[in-house]
């Protein structure tokens, strides 16, 4: 069964802090992508991955930075926290390389910085 | 910039009833149109894909699709409890790549039994 995991469900950080959050899919996906999920936003894309070492820019990337060292892994990185990046991320991945069908969802990580 | 829009609700439906989505959007050059459905505290799950004009069902579900009009819908007929939740309109703009799909914020979806 198709499965992206994300390495924590919740996490509570300090302001300033350098926070990691890691997903995982076993399925063999070119595609990864980042995005958070804010109450009367909706989803917004911060980064995606078509390939290993391979980021680019979705709509919103500015104080985060991500990481695909391997096929199977997508790490997103704030490097300095702030109270505006508490927020719901959640890690996708798909299929074909350069066209988006469907994602596979992980199941989430609320973040809240204090 | 690409626009999808969705009434947010919430849109109350008693059970046995059919439910009526709707969704439009404003790169009229946009190919793909997805509907995923998310339940509270879950992540999303896609249902239903549509590439062309009309209709396409599975199930419980059809999705309706008029590139003219730029207006995709999802019906579901016989709703039951378990369909509550917020459906998400996704539309993928020509030419693929993943920033070239853009989500819509949802629509609450209640059935009352």
């Known amino acids: 069964d198709v499965k992206v995991t994300q390495s924590s469900r919740y996490l509570v950080k300090r302001t300033g802090e350098k926070v990691f959050l890691e997903c995982v899919q076993d399925?063999?996906?070119?595609?990864m992508f980042w995005y958070r999920q804010d109450p009367g936003l909706g989803l917004r894309l911060i980064y995606f991955?078509?390939?290993?070492?391979?980021?680019e820019k979705g709509d919103i990337p500015e104080g985060y930075s991500v990481s695909r060292e391997k096929k199977e892994r997508f790490s997103l990185i704030l490097e300095s926290a702030s109270t505006n990046q508490t927020s719901m991320y959640l890690c996708?991945?798909?299929?074909?390389?350069?066209?988006?069908?469907?994602?596979?969802f992980g199941s989430g990580t609320q973040l809240s910085v204090l | 910039q690409k626009e999808v829009e969705q009434n947010s609700g919430p849109l109350s439906v008693p059970e046995g009833a059919i439910a009526s989505l709707n969704c439009t959007y404003s790169?009229?050059?946009?190919?793909?149109f997805f509907w995923y459905r998310q339940y509270s505290g879950k992540s999303p799950e896609l249902i239903m894909s549509?590439?062309?004009?009309g209709d396409k069902e599975d199930g419980r579900f059809t999705a309706q699709l008029n590139k003219a009009s730029q207006y995709v819908s999802l019906l579901i007929r016989d709703s039951q409890p378990s369909d509550s939740a917020t459906y998400l309109c996704?539309?993928?703009?020509?030419?693929?790549?993943?920033?070239?799909?853009?989500f819509g914020k949802g629509t609450h979806l209640i059935i009352q039994p």
């Open positions: 996708a991945s798909s299929l074909n390389p350069g066209l988006v069908e469907k994602l596979f």
């Open positions: 399925m063999d996906h070119e595609n």
């Open positions: 991955s078509y390939d290993v070492k391979m980021k």
């Open positions: 790169d009229r050059g946009s190919q793909s």
């Open positions: 549509i590439y062309s004009n």
């Open positions: 996704a539309v993928m703009a020509s030419g693929g790549g993943a920033d070239g799909l853009t």
